[in-house]
């Protein structure tokens, strides 16, 4: 992701906001089914942007022309699933603060770290 956000700031290229590339754009394009034509609706809901209910998701394929094919669009997100480091809990690491992990936020119920 580093190497393509080099490639197009270096080309001139710039984002929709006319900003440089980063590698976090570069990584929300390549997990974005709608690049191969697919709309998937109902990911996200009113609540504070969490996942919706994966029962209630609709997913229509080509639904307009794919700007990347499908094989290659699979390849790349097989390639970025394996590089993904494995989630661990957090009762599982080492960290100086006690409650680490085990006191969570109450509007997003994220996990408060030290």
Known sequence: M????????AD?????TGKKWGTTS?????????YAGTLVWGRRTKNHGRVGNSALLQRTED??????DGATFSQA???LSGRAPRPIH????DSAYMLSGIMRYE????SMIG
């Open 63 to 68: 639904a307009w022309p794919a700007i990347v």
């Open 90 to 93: 957090p009762r599982q690491v």
């Open 107 to 110: 509007m997003c119920g994220a």
């Open 26 to 34: 570069i990584e929300k394009i390549l997990h974005n089914e709608a």
């Open 12 to 16: 001139g290229l710039t984002s929709k």
């Open 77 to 79: 997100r097989a390639k």
């Open 2 to 9: 580093k190497a393509i956000a080099r490639s197009l700031n």
